[in-house]
């Protein structure tokens, strides 16, 4: 059922040669429709989108079938709330966003079509009993004469609308519903396998917490965060290990701050124990989040101000900005005084997320200097009592200091 796919690099330039959007696009048609018209709460929700060439020419469609690079997806499911796209100020409001926007080609021979299961709970919280109305549309590029082209394809839009339905069910219900994505994920290599191996890592309910824990050591299957969410002792209990023992270094990255998002305290000595022994970038991953834990943060990361480090410094000045701990404003103005230029600017950085004030504009526009100290210094003595402090969740442009 499945056409070949060519894939390309995504940097491919075709120099002059204008191919015009050609009729083609006009011999594809496409339809989005559930797998099934009821689901249970809790189960994995997937639509799928169907192309289909009608013409009697092959046809070259986009890879990526209309998934924006970095826009939100056009999908809409009304009643329910986006999850899964934005910018996330959890670590900062002046940090960057990435990704990867490849793509490549498929070809669909005249009357083949092409299939792609698209999870929706990765779009939507589907959180709760009742008829959910879906409009789905993309717009898919097509390549004229199978040149991967992006400046000179021709775009054609496929939407559906549709209902479905979230019902209750019992334990052994949500088992059924799930035994397909265990087996999937546990069979041979597909490309099903690793969409079952994310709907149970996303989604998976504590009688699957065996299998998410057999996968928590291997690459491509092991998930921190489903550790985390399940928050049972055992899956407690493997995530801090793989955080400080991992020999995997993607993996306890990823443990590393599936700790430090629960904001759970009882995981800062942890991360702390990371920081104080940790001789890679670990240490300093380990030092930023654990500003996550607001106010009991702040002694430790006060005094990784002063570590001889500068990277160390650096995570330092950046994991108090996320603190939103009034503290933390007076530890930050010391480190002001810090010679290293990359300290200073990540402390200004931080000042300004905390108060919403800043001597610049943009806050890291400026050097270490004594005048810099004194002018936070002063505004902090006339204003610190009163002034607000700011979590990450609510980013603005910086005020002046007065």
């Not at 001789?279 to 990784?304: C, H």
Request: charged share 20%.
């Amino acid at each position: 059922m499945h056409s070949r796919t060519k894939h390309l690099a995504a940097g491919l330039l075709v120099a002059g040669v204008i191919l015009p959007a050609l009729a083609p696009a006009q011999s594809l048609e496409g339809r989005f429709y559930p797998e099934k018209p009821r689901y249970l709460l809790g189960e994995p929700f997937f639509i799928e989108l169907e192309v289909k060439n009608t013409g009697s020419k092959p046809v070259s469609i986009d890879s990526r079938l209309g998934v924006p690079c970095i826009q939100r997806d056009p999908i809409e499911v009304a009643g329910a709330k986006h999850q899964g796209f934005g910018w996330d100020t959890t670590l900062g409001c002046y940090g960057g966003i990435a990704g990867s926007c490849a793509s490549g080609m498929i070809e669909l021979k005249p009357g083949e079509k092409y299939i792609e299961r698209i999870f929706l709970n990765g779009l939507y919280a589907l959180d709760h009993t009742g008829v959910y109305e879906v409009h789905a549309r993309r717009r898919v590029p097509v390549y004229p004469q199978g040149v991967w082209t992006p400046q000179s394809s021709d775009n054609r839009e496929f939407s559906s609308d549709f209902q479905i339905t979230l019902v209750t069910g019992t334990e052994d219900d949500l088992k059924a519903a799930f035994a397909p994505y265990v087996q999937a994920a546990t069979g041979p290599f597909t490309k099903d396998q690793w969409q079952a191996i994310a709907a149970i890592n996303s989604m998976g309910p504590p009688f699957l917490e065996e299998l998410i824990l057999k996968w928590a050591d291997t690459l491509g299957r092991s998930n921190p965060a489903a550790l985390a969410r399940l928050n049972t002792p055992r899956a407690r209990q493997k995530l801090m290990e793989l955080a400080e023992h991992s020999p995997q270094g993607y993996i306890r990255q990823e443990a590393i701050q599936a700790l430090a998002k629960t904001r759970d305290r009882s995981y800062l000595p942890v991360l702390v124990r990371v920081a104080e022994t940790s001789k890679d970038g670990n240490r300093e991953m380990a030092i930023w989040r654990t500003g996550l834990f607001g106010a009991d943060a702040v002694p430790f990361l006060a005094k990784m101000l002063r570590d001889p480090d500068a990277n160390a410094r650096v995570a330092a000045a950046r994991g108090l900005g996320i603190t939103a701990s009034r503290s933390a404003v007076t530890a930050l103005i010391e480190a002001l005084r810090d010679p290293d230029v990359q300290v200073f600017m990540n402390v200004c950085e931080s000042l300004a997320e905390l108060t919403h004030h800043s001597i610049t504009s943009p806050p890291r526009a400026t050097t270490p200097s004594e005048a810099a100290w004194r002018r936070w210094h002063d505004w902090w003595v006339r204003n610190g009592l009163a002034a607000p402090i700011y979590t990450t969740d609510n980013c603005v442009q910086p005020r002046p200091l007065d």
